[in-house]
């Protein structure tokens, strides 16, 4: 796909992700939306599609920083340090707090 193809769908596929956006922010059913806005549901449902599997085409990348091994400064004390952050924790942290921490320093 040249570079306007894609601009124009990329383009097309957020003017509807901000229709379908509206539509499920209104509080109304699916079919009752389209009606006052004089949309046909089946179109409603190939945009809906559409969105859905552009996002899935969306490719994903990450990148890896380099972290410092946990120091344990006292009992169950963690340090980490990471992009000039560093963020101190106790060894009872919960996994999911510990993830979001980490996720947080790649900033």
């Known amino acids: 796909m040249d570079k306007t193809a894609k601009g124009k769908n990329e383009a097309m596929l957020k003017e509807w992700s901000e229709m379908i956006q509206t539509c499920k922010s209104s509080g109304m059913p699916v ?3 389209c ?8 179109t409603y449902y190939y945009r ?5 599997e552009g996002l899935c085409d ?3 990348t990450h990148e890896i920083i ?3 091994l946990p120091e344990v400064k006292a009992e169950g004390q963690i340090i980490i340090e990471a992009s ?3 963020a101190e924790v ?3 942290v ?5 993830k979001i921490l980490i996720g947080s320093l790649k900033c």
């Open 58 to 60: 969306m490719k994903e």
């Open 48 to 52: 809906l599609r559409r969105v859905r």
């Open 84 to 86: 000039g952050v560093r």
């Open 35 to 42: 009606a006052e806005n004089m949309l046909n549901i089946k």
């Open 66 to 68: 380099p972290i410092s």
């Open 94 to 98: 919960s996994h999911e707090l510990l």
């Open 90 to 92: 106790f060894g009872d």
């Open 31 to 33: 079919t009752q939306w």
